[in-house]
């Protein structure tokens, strides 16, 4: 039992001794007057400012962008002209994450410089507006036909119109097309697409089942895909032009005359003529679906073809051939 006990009391003597020399141990609390690395003139705190600016010239400032310091843990919202300002200890580099309505995302990460301000540059994202979906479907000689889709946008970018390219595309059949830029009005695009070249000859009825969208791409390659564009009918029907008929002469009034197709839905008619040698067109819109004939008087005498175009509410087209005939 007493030699137990002295075991008990040198176990204790030698427990304390090991506690007092941990608390003389070197300590690395920078605000600790005990430690090793005690400083009585603690780090200036440093003033950065920011800047965030539009990616192209004119290099315009982007107010209300919310900026996030990663490595400092603030949360920041620029003012009018595009500024913020903050207080933080020294630090090697600044990690920036942007967040800015209709802009892209970024993650910078930029080393710090004497000056302590700084220009982060933000790419505009492009806006798709205007957009029309829809089918020409025209008959040759009465008896052939074809079916071409046509695709035509408007896109705005704050950048300006140079920074965009546009495709539409469907990933079904691996379809991918550019669209054209129109040089009068180069936030306009637009493409058409012959469905027995590009897209695999696909029947009248099939078309309506297909599902397209828009890629638009900067130049430095980001990009937004847009939207789920569908044709929502192919006007498929061989309309028959009654007269004038083919080489005839006529005098006086011309009576434009055709078989109704009679469709289920709303429609009007338009006639187009060509006038030789010229190719000059002469069009006569709005005509009721209820109608089947249109008299014209005082042509200019010559040689002309006419057609006849069947048109919906939603710009789907059939046009029919065209057949010539004289106004003397």
Excluded at 107 to 131: C, G, S
Excluded at 313 to 325: A, E, P, R
Aim: hydrophobic residues 35%.
């Amino acid at each position: 039992m007493l030699k137990r006990r002295r075991f008990f009391i040198a176990g204790l003597i030698l427990a304390l001794s090991l506690l007092i020399v941990a608390c003389d141990a070197p300590r690395q609390n920078p605000f600790d007057p005990k430690s090793s690395n005690y400083t009585d003139n603690p780090q200036q705190l440093v003033t950065s400012s920011v800047y965030v600016k539009h990616l192209y010239p004119p290099f315009e400032p982007i107010a209300n962008a919310n900026l996030i310091i990663e490595n400092l843990h603030l949360f920041l919202t620029t003012d009018a002209q595009g500024l913020v300002t903050f207080e933080h200890q020294p630090v090697d580099s600044l990690i920036i994450l942007s967040d800015a309505d209709g802009y892209f995302n970024r993650r910078f990460t930029i080393k710090t410089i004497p000056t302590n301000q700084y220009t982060i540059y933000l790419n505009a994202k492009p806006e798709v507006k205007d957009v029309h979906f829809y089918s020409t479907y025209t008959n040759f000689e009465q008896s052939n036909s074809t079916t071409n889709l046509s695709f035509d946008v408007t896109v705005l970018d704050a950048d300006g119109p140079l920074d965009v390219t546009v495709f539409l595309k469907n990933d079904q059949y691996n379809f991918s097309k550019m669209l054209s830029q129109d040089p009068n009005n180069k936030t306009y695009f637009s493409t058409d697409i012959s469905v027995a070249d590009e897209l695999n000859n696909l029947s009248t009825a099939q078309l309506p089942e297909l599902n397209f969208y828009l890629v638009v791409k900067n130049l430095n390659q980001d990009s937004i895909s847009v939207g789920t564009y569908s044709i929502r009918r192919v006007i498929d029907k061989q309309l028959q032009l009654l007269s004038p008929s083919a080489g005839q002469a006529v005098q006086d009034s011309v009576v434009f005359k055709w078989i109704n197709p009679e469709l289920s839905y709303d429609y009007e008619f338009t006639i187009q003529l060509l006038k030789y040698p010229t190719f000059e067109k002469i069009f006569y819109r709005d005509i009721g679906k209820d109608q089947d004939h249109l008299v014209v008087k005082d042509l200019a005498k010559g040689q002309y073809s006419w057609s006849l175009q069947v048109q919906d509410k939603l710009g789907n087209i059939c046009q029919s051939y065209y057949i010539y005939f004289y106004y003397e």
